[in-house]
């Protein structure tokens, strides 16, 4: 326990903060410094073949201590954390024993993480939690993950006792950013599949993501001075306006849940000559995520038609699709995950994910990929926590996967 809470503490106070607006790779440099950094502690730990791209991607081998044939196994975790909200000057703090009441997070600024906001706290009453300070995120997402397989890693090498295959880890930049498997390596990585150590709640395993897009729509109108505007004037905001309203109501994120899909308006900027939308289109199933991205053409379409040719331009890309298809033919290494944290006393909860992993993408570049749970909640900002326990079972999963992956 002590390890693994050290180890996530010294983390998450190291600033790794992705950007999409830089072209670079890794997107930010403090990534690559953090890289490093674990390239010194994974030497240090005693793991082999430990190496860095020029993209910064780590990656490691613990070898095999048995002549049994068993598979090769890879864990992966991420190392940027959330644009959503700031990564610098992290100051994680300790709630022992939590009693189930209020969090006072930051008591100048009013800031509390309360059960009343967030029912999910009531189920680690009497656990001790990790929170913020209310002015950044925690970076849970995924420096609980990497602290996990690398605890896991330690705990492995100093019980030789406890027999495994071959094991592969990696720690990405970018997964924050969608850009997590750009660089990587699935060759050189060589494990016959592998399990991002990335989601939330004890139990959490998934196979199933969106199938997801990015569209950016950009509204063209015409300024004229005000007093003279009569019939000239294009106000590019609002007709920017008129195309959120035809987006239904009903069908964005905080009406929507389990397997339905969404559009979401991620970012708005303009003045009365020029307005740009960002949205992302999310959806399970392929079909009706097809029809979503003809559905966000047709409503470009509508806008040109009432405001004359050229005033909405749409420029939409697909990032990553549904990995079910990939996990299935191989469910069995979803069952082995079941099995371990069965015998890790856990209750498998297999859930689609409602947003998506390296994994969804390295399953379509030829590594099956699903996800397990690393244990934090409310990412992405200053309500962020990490019950330390849950953490701790999130690496004795990894370390059972290990001791129970037989070759098939």
């Given at each position: 326990m002590e390890k693994i809470?050290?180890?996530f503490l010294g983390y998450a106070q190291t600033y790794t903060q992705s950007d999409e607006t830089t072209g670079l790779n890794p997107s930010t440099?403090?990534?690559?410094?953090?890289?490093?950094?674990l390239v010194e502690e994974l030497n240090r730990i005693g793991m082999q073949d430990v190496t860095i791209s020029e993209y910064g991607y780590v990656m490691a081998t613990l070898p095999a201590n048995t002549n049994e044939p068993r598979p090769t196994i890879g864990f992966i975790a991420h190392m940027d954390t959330s644009p959503d909200m700031s990564g610098k000057h992290v100051?994680?703090?300790?709630?022992?024993?939590?009693?189930?009441?209020?969090?006072?997070?930051?008591?100048q600024l009013g800031i509390y993480l309360k059960p009343s906001d967030f029912p999910e706290m009531e189920k680690y009453k009497g656990q001790d939690l990790i929170v913020t300070d209310g002015t950044t995120l925690l970076g849970a997402d995924d420096k609980a993950g990497i602290a996990a397989i690398v605890t896991a890693m330690e705990y492995l090498l100093a019980n030789p006792?406890?027999?495994?295959?071959?094991?592969?880890?990696?720690?990405?930049?970018?997964?924050?950013?969608?850009?997590?498997?750009?660089?990587?390596?699935?060759?050189?990585?060589?494990?016959?599949?592998?399990?991002?150590?990335?989601?939330?709640?004890?139990?959490?395993?998934?196979?199933?993501?969106?199938?997801?897009?990015?569209?950016?729509?950009?509204?063209?109108?015409?300024?004229?001075?005000?007093?003279?505007?009569?019939?000239?004037?294009?106000?590019?905001?609002?007709?920017?306006?008129?195309?959120?309203?035809?987006?239904p109501r009903h069908d964005t994120p905080e009406h929507t849940q389990g397997y339905e899909g969404f559009y979401h308006l991620t970012?708005?900027?303009?003045?009365?000559?020029?307005?740009?939308?960002?949205?992302?289109?999310?959806?399970?199933?392929?079909?009706?995520?097809?029809?979503?991205?003809?559905?966000?053409?047709?409503?470009?379409?509508?806008?040109?038609?009432?405001?004359?040719?050229?005033?909405?331009?749409?420029?939409?890309?697909?990032?990553?699709?549904?990995?079910?298809?990939?996990?299935?033919?191989?469910?069995?290494?979803?069952?082995?995950?079941?099995?371990?944290?069965?015998?890790?006393?856990?209750?498998?909860?297999?859930?689609?994910?409602?947003?998506?992993?390296?994994?969804?993408?390295?399953?379509?570049?030829?590594?099956?990929?699903?996800?397990?749970?690393?244990?934090?909640?409310?990412?992405?900002g200053k309500y962020e926590f990490l019950p330390i326990q849950s953490m701790k079972k999130a690496m004795e999963v990894i370390v059972k996967i290990c001791e129970k992956a037989k070759q098939d």
């Amino acid at each position: 326990m002590e390890k693994i809470l050290d180890r996530f503490l010294g983390y998450a106070q190291t600033y790794t903060q992705s950007d999409e607006t830089t072209g670079l790779n890794p997107s930010t440099p403090q990534q690559m410094f953090f890289a490093n950094d674990l390239v010194e502690e994974l030497n240090r730990i005693g793991m082999q073949d430990v190496t860095i791209s020029e993209y910064g991607y780590v990656m490691a081998t613990l070898p095999a201590n048995t002549n049994e044939p068993r598979p090769t196994i890879g864990f992966i975790a991420h190392m940027d954390t959330s644009p959503d909200m700031s990564g610098k000057h992290v100051k994680p703090r300790i709630v022992t024993n939590y009693d189930g009441g209020d969090i006072t997070l930051n008591e100048q600024l009013g800031i509390y993480l309360k059960p009343s906001d967030f029912p999910e706290m009531e189920k680690y009453k009497g656990q001790d939690l990790i929170v913020t300070d209310g002015t950044t995120l925690l970076g849970a997402d995924d420096k609980a993950g990497i602290a996990a397989i690398v605890t896991a890693m330690e705990y492995l090498l100093a019980n030789p006792q406890i027999k495994h295959g071959k094991i592969r880890i990696a720690f990405t930049p970018d997964e924050e950013i969608g850009q997590g498997a750009d660089n990587f390596d699935v060759a050189a990585f060589g494990a016959d599949f592998a399990y991002t150590i990335d989601g939330g709640e004890v139990g959490e395993l998934e196979y199933e993501t969106f199938n997801a897009a990015a569209a950016t729509i950009t509204f063209h109108g015409r300024n004229v001075h005000p007093g003279s505007a009569y019939k000239k004037m294009r106000n590019s905001m609002r007709i920017a306006s008129t195309f959120i309203y035809m987006i239904p109501r009903h069908d964005t994120p905080e009406h929507t849940q389990g397997y339905e899909g969404f559009y979401h308006l991620t970012d708005m900027k303009g003045d009365v000559e020029t307005t740009t939308l960002h949205y992302i289109i999310r959806d399970h199933d392929r079909h009706r995520f097809e029809i979503r991205k003809t559905e966000m053409e047709h409503y470009v379409h509508r806008i040109n038609a009432e405001y004359g040719e050229g005033t909405a331009e749409i420029e939409m890309k697909d990032q990553y699709y549904n990995m079910r298809e990939k996990i299935e033919p191989v469910i069995h290494i979803v069952d082995l995950a079941k099995e371990a944290m069965k015998d890790c006393g856990i209750e498998p909860k297999v859930q689609p994910i409602r947003g998506g992993t390296d994994g969804a993408r390295l399953s379509y570049m030829g590594l099956p990929t699903p996800n397990i749970f690393a244990g934090g909640l409310n990412f992405h900002g200053k309500y962020e926590f990490l019950p330390i326990q849950s953490m701790k079972k999130a690496m004795e999963v990894i370390v059972k996967i290990c001791e129970k992956a037989k070759q098939d």
